[in-house]
């Protein structure tokens, strides 16, 4: 079964508009860490935000905010006021356990193309 | 503030051949991972190393190995390069702290191309 998923594919958003990238994740552990990165083309990954299982509280880094649902293990990334430089690659990744504690489970990424 | 670096950027490499990529972590980290992306992949985990020792592995054969130095830098070396072997090989930094939020941060990556 997957662990992280991301069930789009590519997204389009017009320059200045909000947009939200979907992901799901399959865990037991109840510590746990969500991450998203960004991917230009040049091929470097980007940590955007992070969310802990634990956390009360929906993460926010300056445009980007990350809508946790526990329940429902979804963790979305919204990012708000969309501009050009925002076309990327989007991949969600889970860590599993407290801490440092190893690898990054990489759901298959979302291309995201904004408009002028 | 150094970031993760990796060298080379991008390797040339026939089949059976051998190669080794490096890694210096950001300022002040510890630990090193590595990761290997396909295209139009996500990235898969190889390994981990921190403390000079493989902390944890992936699902890649023994062909892939690892090392770590005093410095916290790292090498990944992959013996006999298969055709799938091709892909852009990350390397990402992090500190082991408890407490400290576990952020792996990235570098640029290596393209490895095998013909």
């Known amino acids: 079964a997957q662990k992280i998923t991301q069930t789009q594919p590519g997204m389009f958003v017009q320059e200045k508009e909000a947009v939200t990238l979907d992901c799901t994740y399959d865990?037991?552990?109840?510590?746990?860490?969500l991450f998203w990165y960004k991917q230009p083309s040049s091929g470097e990954m980007i940590f955007l935000i992070y969310q802990g299982s634990y956390d009360q509280q929906n993460a926010t880094e300056g445009r980007y905010s990350l809508n946790f649902q526990k329940a429902r293990k979804s963790a979305n990334l919204v990012i708000s006021a969309s501009q050009l430089g925002d076309s990327a690659m989007y991949f969600c990744a889970m860590r599993e356990g407290w801490g440092n504690t190893g690898k990054l489970i990489f759901g298959q990424g979302t291309t995201l193309q904004v408009k002028p | 503030d150094a970031g993760v670096t990796q060298s080379p950027t991008h390797l040339i490499k026939t089949r059976g051949q051998q190669v080794t990529l490096r890694c210096s972590p950001k300022?002040?980290?510890?630990?090193v991972s590595w990761y290997q992306q396909a295209l139009g992949q996500g990235p898969q985990f190889i390994f981990q190393?921190?403390?000079?020792?493989?902390?944890q592995r992936g699902n890649f054969p023994d062909r892939f190995s690892g090392h770590q130095f005093p410095n916290y830098s790292s090498e990944l070396n992959v013996n006999a390069l298969l055709l799938g072997d091709s892909a852009l090989y990350l390397c990402?930094?992090?500190?082991?702290?408890?407490?400290?939020?576990?952020?792996?941060?990235f570098g640029p990556g290596t393209r490895l191309t095998v013909l």
């Open positions: 300022s002040g980290h510890d630990t």
């Open positions: 865990t037991s552990d109840p510590s746990y860490g």
């Open positions: 190393y921190y403390e000079e020792e493989e902390r």
């Open positions: 990402a930094s992090s500190l082991n702290l408890a407490g400290h939020p576990d952020t792996q941060y």
